[in-house]
């Protein structure tokens, strides 16, 4: 029984399986590198293509070495602050390196330098640490967390009918949300024309009266049209009268 044991096994041996993690890892981060030009370059970049399981458990290290770097980052600025501005190996520089700004700069920029060889002995790839520190840490200085994200894809993987899903980083290939209904010209225009207050009454007060005359309209046509049948019923009368009279 695997109880309280964390982690997958993922069918392989533990150092195979920590191979396999880095070389995931060192995958993803390389994909943010320049790599126009070169053999393997990546088809988009921030993202790799694995199985749901691997993405899982490769996820906490990528996201473990981007907090390592960017929490170096202020003393890597601090130390940038302290270096000379001339070439290494110059007299100027001879003199800085022997000076007490060397020391200064060296306790300042000891922080960054352990935590370019955590991340080294986690990921084992010179290239992708450069890249680490470099391009994906300042990104997300402001971000507290959840630098990555999982996308399962519908379609399995062609030969073992394994899951599997999208690993990428978060804010390199992020859908645009529309956040409120697009405002066209004909609806600033007609916002632009509304009526003030004073001209809605007027207009409900010359709606009131043409009511108010077809309503009395109304009532006098019914006034003619019940006069009318009135006259019609009491004309048979008097021809039948007249009628009776000739009939005499």
């Given at each position: 029984?695997?109880?309280?044991?964390?982690?997958?096994?993922?069918?392989?041996?533990?150092?195979?399986?920590?191979?396999?993690?880095?070389n995931?890892?060192?995958?993803?981060?390389?994909?943010?590198?320049?790599a126009?030009?070169e053999?393997?370059?990546?088809?988009?970049?921030?993202?790799?293509?694995?199985?749901?399981?691997?993405?899982?458990?490769?996820?906490?290290?990528?996201?473990?070495?981007?907090?390592?770097?960017?929490?170096?980052?202020?003393?890597?600025?601090?130390?940038?602050?302290?270096?000379?501005?001339?070439a290494?190996?110059?007299?100027?520089?001879?003199?800085?390196?022997?000076?007490?700004?060397?020391?200064?700069?060296?306790?300042?920029?000891?922080?960054?330098?352990?935590?370019?060889?955590?991340?080294?002995?986690?990921?084992?790839?010179?290239?992708?640490?450069?890249?680490?520190?470099?391009?994906?840490?300042?990104?997300?200085v402001?971000?507290?967390?959840?630098y990555?994200?999982i996308?399962?894809?519908?379609?399995?993987?062609?030969?073992?009918?394994?899951?599997?899903?999208?690993?990428?980083?978060?804010?390199?290939?992020?859908r645009?949300?529309?956040?409120?209904?697009?405002?066209?010209?004909?609806?600033?225009?007609?916002?632009?024309?509304?009526?003030?207050?004073?001209?809605?009454?007027?207009?409900?007060?010359?709606?009131?009266?043409?009511?108010?005359?077809?309503?009395?309209?109304?009532?006098?046509?019914?006034?003619e049209?019940?006069?009318?049948?009135?006259?019609?019923?009491?004309?048979?009368?008097e021809?039948?009268?007249?009628?009776?009279?000739?009939?005499?």
């Amino acid at each position: 029984m695997r109880h309280r044991k964390r982690g997958r096994k993922l069918g392989r041996s533990p150092s195979h399986r920590r191979a396999m993690l880095k070389n995931l890892a060192c995958a993803l981060i390389l994909t943010e590198r320049d790599a126009r030009g070169e053999e393997n370059e990546p088809k988009v970049r921030g993202r790799i293509v694995t199985t749901v399981p691997k993405a899982k458990e490769v996820r906490p290290l990528v996201e473990k070495c981007i907090t390592i770097a960017k929490r170096a980052l202020p003393a890597i600025e601090k130390a940038r602050e302290l270096e000379p501005t001339s070439a290494r190996g110059s007299e100027s520089w001879r003199a800085w390196r022997n000076s007490e700004k060397w020391y200064e700069w060296n306790q300042t920029i000891a922080p960054a330098v352990a935590a370019r060889r955590r991340c080294l002995k986690l990921l084992g790839d010179k290239q992708a640490v450069a890249v680490l520190f470099e391009e994906i840490a300042p990104r997300y200085v402001d971000r507290p967390g959840g630098y990555t994200r999982i996308l399962k894809l519908a379609k399995p993987r062609l030969g073992d009918a394994g899951a599997q899903a999208i690993l990428e980083f978060v804010g390199r290939n992020d859908r645009v949300k529309q956040a409120s209904k697009p405002v066209f010209d004909d609806e600033d225009e007609a916002v632009e024309e509304q009526e003030t207050p004073e001209e809605n009454a007027e207009q409900q007060a010359e709606v009131q009266a043409e009511s108010e005359q077809s309503e009395q309209a109304e009532t006098e046509a019914g006034a003619e049209s019940q006069a009318a049948d009135d006259a019609s019923e009491e004309t048979p009368a008097e021809e039948s009268q007249e009628d009776e009279k000739s009939a005499e």
